[in-house]
């Protein structure tokens, strides 16, 4: 035992002299959090807007207030025609317009929306949001309250999908370069003659690793409560809980990748190939898993951090009970139940 503890501490030195490791370890988290939380945004802030009406009534002028009082829309110029309105959207002066017919005072009705579709899903967003403003909360036929995000901020949805993918590049990419390395350098016979069984001179070298993914965490965590205002409303021991098993299952396939990989930069390419890409485009990171065509449906289905992601939603956002995240926990824990029963059998003892 006390040799297993030598060569943990001997990794964990090992790490924590490495300068670009730690940069990479606490500088990612950090940048990528400020990037998701404040400068990648969905949320709808000083839209352009153009108003579009030949004869400025006090109904109409009513309603250009409202969309001007509001923070999501900015009136940027009033013009006679539909045409004119168009020809600034096509010079990218404006990213909507709204024209009044010559009947909405009376009416109440003839609203057009002109709106720059090139993001679909931002138009469509503006839309909803001008014309909740202009209809108002009094006149709506139906009473919409949102429920664990009123105030529809992205960082929201973001934060738990940058935990998943984070924690699973630190700990499967950082732990399979780290083993590859010690096969390029010559020292990985070294270790395997020595006294402690080769098995456990690998889970010395993941140690560390797993107690820098809780420090990891409790970083995110804390910037995402306290600088990103997302709130933290689940069980804060069942985050933790769940977060150990995804763990676990990142190591797992990170020691998988070192028994592939002969190399460091094969290790880093195999761990993009596989890791990274379908991370940010199939676990439900940036685009919801339902709207993906079937196929990709059924590829995101192996992919881990989609059920990771899944529960730290409900976890953090909703604060659901376990019970309510219980089909995601058992999918991941089945997933690094058998991620490490394969590293362990495909681990080798005796080096080429």
Known sequence: ???????????AMHILRDKRTMLILF?????LMLLFGFAISTDVRHVRTLVVGSSMD?????QVERLSASEYFDIVAVVGT?????????????????????RYASTRSGVQFLVDGADPNMSQQWVSYARQTLMGPQQMPVNVKMLYNPQMKSAYNFVPAIMGMLLMLICAMMTSISIVREKERGTMEVLLVSPVRPLMVVVAKVVPYLALAFAILTVILFMARYI??????GSIGLIYFVSTVYIILALSLGMLISNVAKTQLVA??????????PIVMLSGMLFPVESMPVVLQYISAVIPPRYYISAMRKLMIMGVPFQAIARDFYIL???????LSVALLTFKTRLE
Do not use: C, Y
């Open 333 to 339: 824990l089945g997933m690094a139940a058998v991620l």
């Open 268 to 277: 880093l390419l195999f761990s993009a190939m596989v890791l990274l890409m």
């Open 27 to 31: 500088g990612m988290p950090l940048v």
């Open 82 to 102: 539909p045409e004119e309105a168009e020809r600034m959207l096509r010079n990218q002066r404006a990213d909507m317009a709204v024209v009044f017919g010559n």
């Open 58 to 62: 006090h109904e109409t002028q009513q």
């Open 228 to 233: 990103l205002a997302v709130p933290l409303e």
């Open 1 to 11: 035992m006390k040799a297993f503890l030598n060569f943990v501490r001997k990794e």
